[in-house]
């Protein structure tokens, strides 16, 4: 295991990729010559040039289209979107070729493309730069949804949604990209399906994906110190589908559910994660599952109106204080 | 044009007269459902721009309108006609129906329901192409009002850019749905909207299967020897509503008899009894061949088809046992 930055476990799966098999192209704005604007992509242009690490017109829909149109020959296009919030242009060619083509054509063609993205609240963005729009993806048959909340996951998820054949979406958060793991040195490919452990507890479950993985970790740590409440992490890397299986078996054990997301609560992570309760394990609860969720505004400009309106870890502490009435 | 060639272009096109025309009433016995958009009247487009390009390695893809360019690249019409009668024996495997006829095998790469969605794709496919290092091209069929989506833009940027082998045919039937182009669009001549991405483009007859042809040869002649995209538009009328769902009430009569004199069907066995090549009952008995066979062998394989399994619903979602789903390894 070494220590490497998120960005560079991103970037070292681009490299392997890319040296693996020569019809793996990247295309995006600003990836080439620039190398990526989170440097997912820092040198590449040099090593396997212009025709295999395609600058792109801003042309979100059509590019991501082009990208769609060669994996129908054998072509594995990865396509940064620069931010999250531009994917919205690319939806039609997302949703209506790349999750339906597999099976409008009777299964005669697949679309195995991956499409990387940025996205979360960063610092002060503003209202069209703060989109959290996992919910919106993870709700479409026929797409592959991920989200790494570490660079081990970061590295293993791009390498396996290369290689699979389904359309893969890989949900990135800006904030997390200078963050430094523990990567495998040799190669590794981490499952597209399924959720992990990130922390043992008895009492309550904590449900995160991306970022909200950290703030669980960080108040199930207050809550063993402060409150002698020992809360399991249950990291939802696969956002569609989600782990049925996971979620049961912790909940199972705790009997009690926090789900804690970045976005806001409508038809989201936690709505979905409820409703799996619901049908999984309803008689396992003790309690109703609590959302911790951001407010439903877009995102303001004014730092501390962007602070109350994201949950943090204070806000998951005081969930489960109110569930145990400590 | 031999006279061999144009005898075989004038049963291809009669063919898709007839099986579309066919397609009319088994939609009205409801053997089929759903959205359902004929191409009477613009026949001598795909038979035209097809007949130029190769059958053996060219790629094909279309919009909802695409029965009869996947008959024309090889798609067997049995199974074209059993995918619109949702049977497990069309091409689709009865999942697509009219708008998404598929055909890969022959290249044909599908029909897409959403207006201008197959110009990024076409482009993609020359990317394909273009990175395997042939000289196929992709060949996209579009409509008029199709070309004021952005993805035409985009997509002719990008062909351009990179000098994709991509060739977009832009049937121009005058209307989407129920307006007018010169309602709909500043620019009515749509092969000069093309001169912004530096594209060379023409503008050529659609009734005359021969013109087109001719059209058709120089622009693939073009886009294969490696000089990038070309656009050829088409001028051109369809006969029916624009789906069986139009009333079709929005079209002036003298409109519609203008272009009935131009039918590309009549025309050409028009040409050909006028030079000698063919005789009025030669005609006759060509189309009453061709309605046997529709009814006897097309409809019939159709009918007597099974319907897909219902238990195979979920099947098609995603790849079969993906071994990277898991992380790689044995299953
Ligand atoms: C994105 C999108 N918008 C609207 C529609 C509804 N629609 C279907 S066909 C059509 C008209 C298209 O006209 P044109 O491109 O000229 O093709 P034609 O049907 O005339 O062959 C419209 C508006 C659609 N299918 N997709
Ligand atoms: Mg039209």
């Given at each position: 295991m070494t220590e490497i930055m998120f960005w560079e476990a991103v970037r070292r799966a681009h490299d392997e990729e890319l040296a693996h098999d020569k019809m793996v192209i990247v295309m995006g704005e600003d990836v080439g010559v620039v190398g990526g604007t989170y440097k997912a992509t820092l040198g590449l242009y040099d090593k396997y040039g212009q025709e295999r690490i395609i600058d792109t017109p801003i042309s979100e829909n059509g590019y991501t289209g082009l990208g769609i149109g060669a994996s129908f020959l054998g072509v594995r296009p990865i396509i940064e979107i620069m931010s999250v919030n531009f994917a919205w242009l690319a939806m039609d060619?997302?949703?209506?070729?790349?999750?339906?083509?597999?099976?409008?054509?009777?299964?005669?063609?697949?679309?195995?493309?991956?499409?990387?993205?940025?996205?979360?609240?960063a610092h002060q963005l503003g209202s069209q730069h703060s989109a959290r729009m996992e919910k919106v993806f993870m709700g479409i048959a026929g797409l592959r949804v991920v989200t790494p909340s570490n660079p081990r996951q970061a590295y293993g998820m791009l390498k396996s949604a290369v290689r699979c054949n389904d359309p893969v979406f890989i949900n990135e958060h800006e904030l997390m990209y200078n963050m430094k793991g523990e990567v495998p040195e040799e190669e590794y490919f981490h499952p597209l399906e399924g959720s992990e452990v990130a922390r043992q507890g008895r009492d309550v479950t904590l449900f995160g994906y991306n970022i909200s993985v950290h703030w669980c970790l960080e108040a199930a740590e207050l809550l063993s110190k402060n409150h002698g409440v020992e809360a399991e992490v249950i990291d939802l890397f696969t956002l569609s589908p989600l782990d049925r299986e996971g979620i049961r078996n912790s909940v199972t054990k705790t009997h009690r559910a926090v789900i804690v997301e970045e976005a806001e609560p409508a038809v989201g992570v936690g709505a979905e994660v409820m409703a799996i309760l619901n049908e999984e394990c309803f008689f396992e609860l003790d309690t109703a599952p609590v959302r911790v969720s951001a407010l439903n505004v877009p995102i303001p400009y004014n730092h501390a109106m962007e602070k109350t309106a994201l949950p943090d870890a204070n806000d998951v502490v005081e969930a489960v204080r109110r569930m145990f009435g400590v | 044009m031999k006279i061999d060639t144009k005898k075989r272009l004038l049963r291809e096109m009669l063919f898709a007269r007839r099986f579309e025309e066919r397609c009319y009433e088994a939609y009205v016995e409801r053997n089929i459902g759903g959205f359902l958009h004929l191409y009477p009247g613009e026949e001598a487009c795909a038979h035209?721009?097809?007949?130029?390009?190769?059958?053996?390695?060219?790629?094909?893809?279309t919009s909802y309108r695409d029965h009869i360019h996947a008959i024309k690249w090889g798609a067997d019409p049995r199974k074209v006609m059993a995918e619109l009668y949702a049977k497990e024996t069309g091409v689709s495997k009865g999942r697509g129906g009219s708008m998404h006829i598929f055909d890969v095998r022959n290249r044909f790469m599908g029909g897409y329901a959403l207006v201008g969605g197959p110009f990024p794709l076409a482009a993609g496919?020359?990317?394909?192409?273009?990175?395997?290092?042939?000289?196929?091209?992709?060949?996209?069929?579009?409509?008029?009002?199709?070309?004021?989506?952005?993805?035409?833009?985009?997509?002719?940027?990008?062909?351009?850019?990179?000098?994709?082998?991509?060739?977009?045919?832009c049937e121009n039937n005058h209307y989407g749905i129920g307006t007018r182009i010169d309602r709909s669009t500043a620019v009515v001549d749509q092969y000069k909207r093309v001169s912004?991405?530096?594209?060379?483009?023409?503008?050529?007859?659609?009734?005359?299967?021969?013109?087109?042809?001719?059209?058709?040869?120089?622009?693939?002649?073009?886009?294969?020897?490696?000089?990038?995209p070309y656009f050829l538009e088409l001028m051109t009328y369809r006969y029916r509503g624009h789906s069986m769902s139009d009333s079709n009430a929005y079209r002036a009569k003298a409109e519609e008899r203008m272009w009935s004199k131009r039918d590309p069907v009549i025309?050409?066995?028009?040409?050909?009894?006028?030079?000698?090549?063919?005789?009025?009952?030669?005609?006759?008995?060509?189309?009453?061949?061709?309605?046997?066979?529709?009814?006897?062998?097309?409809?019939?394989?159709?009918?007597?088809s099974p319907e897909p399994h219902i238990s195979e619903v979920e099947r098609y979602v995603l790849a079969e046992n993906d071994p990277w789903v898991r992380g790689g390894g044995a299953p």
């Open positions: 060619q997302l949703f209506n070729t790349a999750a339906k083509v597999r099976y409008m054509s009777g299964g005669q063609l697949e679309a195995p493309i991956v499409v990387r993205s940025p996205g979360g609240i | 035209g721009v097809l007949e130029a390009a190769d059958a053996d390695r060219d790629y094909v893809i496919i020359a990317k394909g192409i273009q990175m395997r290092g042939g000289d196929e091209i992709s060949i996209c069929f579009l409509g008029d009002a199709a070309n004021n989506q952005g993805t035409f833009h985009e997509s002719l940027n990008m062909a351009k850019l990179w000098n994709l082998p991509v060739l977009y045919v912004g991405y530096d594209i060379p483009s023409h503008q050529e007859d659609g009734q005359d299967v021969e013109l087109v042809y001719k059209a058709a040869m120089k622009a693939i002649r073009h886009v294969r020897s490696g000089k990038g025309m050409l066995r028009d040409r050909l009894i006028d030079e000698g090549n063919m005789t009025a009952d030669d005609f006759k008995d060509m189309d009453t061949e061709i309605l046997d066979y529709i009814e006897n062998e097309v409809i019939a394989f159709a009918e007597q």
